[in-house]
């Protein structure tokens, strides 16, 4: 079992940052591959960015490319979600998933292949 936790949303005006943060229960390296998602009202939960626990190996959603960076600190069993240039579309609760199994990297953008999710945070973009 790997539970979650996430913290750091909060409102934010567009064109501003904000930083998740994605806290694992157990040892890390269990996790294998660690992803956040985000769910806006009235849409499906959607892929947003994930990584590898024990190598710097990443994917992105196009929609956040160049603007988001997935990032972790192994010590504290900890991934980081930066979020730069936000828009009003990237209002969400984000949500952090972990699964054990060793994955193909085209299913890391798929919320059926992780099996542990934390509560989400919601991220406001608005003025």
């Known amino acids: 079992q790997v539970q979650l936790v996430e913290a750091g949303g909060g409102l934010v005006q567009p064109g501003g940052s904000l930083r998740l943060s994605c806290v694992a229960s157990k040892r890390f390296a269990d996790a294998y591959i660690i992803g956040w998602f985000r769910q806006a009202p009235g849409k499906e939960r959607e892929f947003v960015a994930a990584?590898?626990?024990?190598?710097?190996?990443?994917r992105y959603a196009d929609s956040v490319k160049n603007r988001f960076t997935i990032s972790k600190d192994t010590a504290k069993s900890t991934v980081y979600l930066q979020m730069n240039s936000l828009k009003p579309e990237d209002t969400a609760v984000y949500y952090c998933?972990?699964?054990?199994?060793?994955?193909?990297?085209?299913?890391?953008?798929?919320?059926?292949?992780?099996?542990?999710w934390g509560r989400g945070t919601q991220v406001t973009v608005s003025t």
């Open positions: 990584m590898r626990s024990i190598s710097s190996s990443t």
């Open positions: 998933g972990a699964t054990a199994s060793a994955i193909v990297w085209s299913s890391w953008s798929e919320g059926s292949s992780y099996s542990y």
